[in-house]
């Protein structure tokens, strides 16, 4: 039999058990849809609560989808209710604080993809633009994360002094610019490539590096130095 044959997870044979498995083999052993039931518990009548979950991430087209839901739609969910749908909503903010709460100075830039998987679970699913400022030491060490801004990122609203101001503060040799895209699609517009080479010019003269503007979206992001916008 499958999992979903399971109308409960206790007819399921022990070492299929999600909690037991994870148990003996950890948490990194289990499908995303079985960490969910954990979370869950139990199921409804016909439908075990791996079932539930594996239902729930499909709706939702799969885990960053599911971090985008609201209280509301989640709730309303057939098996779901509110319980529930608070139990998820905090493992998953917890899951969120967890990445942006480790320690941002033992960590190396050694390529985009480093600031992407750094930036990624809090940026991405942000519903306004938010500009970031990454601070780095001369070994391209991540010093602090700063926002700069949040709006509308473009050369009208934002103030390039105002992107220098703690790397100015802090001595800071090198930065890394980052902005999301509510939309899925991280191709840099027009604007972001103009603000860009305003901000390189500026570090220019304040002797601070610009290593880098990347942009993030739901489905990736853009490198705008590899892609060589703004950068000579």
Do not use: W
Not at 101 to 106: F, S
Not at 112 to 125: G, K, R
Not at 132 to 150: D, I, P
Not at 176 to 194: C, F, G, M, Q, R
Request: with cysteine; proline share 4%.
């Amino acid at each position: 039999m499958t999992l979903a044959e399971y109308t409960v997870v206790r007819d399921m044979p022990v070492e299929e058990r999600p909690r037991e498995r994870l148990r003996l083999r950890g948490p990194e052993s289990l499908t995303n849809a079985e960490l969910i039931a954990i979370l869950l518990r139990t199921g409804v009548q016909g439908e075990n609560v791996v079932t539930v979950a594996g239902r729930v991430l499909s709706r939702f087209h799969g885990l960053e989808g599911l971090g985008r839901a609201g209280f509301a739609e989640l709730a309303k969910e057939r098996a779901m209710g509110e319980a529930k749908a608070c139990q998820l909503l905090a493992a998953i903010e917890i899951g969120r604080r967890v990445a942006h709460a480790q320690p941002p100075e033992r960590r190396i830039v050694r390529a985009p993809e480093n600031i992407y998987s750094m930036l990624y679970a809090e940026m991405a699913v942000l519903e306004q633009e938010h500009l970031k400022v990454v601070l780095l030491s001369t070994r391209h060490e991540v010093l602090a994360v700063k926002e700069a801004y949040k709006g509308n990122v473009n050369t009208v609203v934002v103030r390039v002094s105002d992107l220098f101001r703690d790397a100015v503060r802090e001595g800071c040799p090198n930065i890394i610019l980052v902005h999301n895209h509510p939309s899925a699609d991280p191709t840099p517009s027009a604007e972001d490539v103009i603000l860009t080479k305003q901000v390189i010019e500026a570090g220019k003269l304040l002797g601070i590096e610009v290593l880098d503007h990347i942009v993030i979206a739901r489905n990736g992001y853009v490198s705008m130095k590899d892609r060589r916008l703004a950068f000579a």
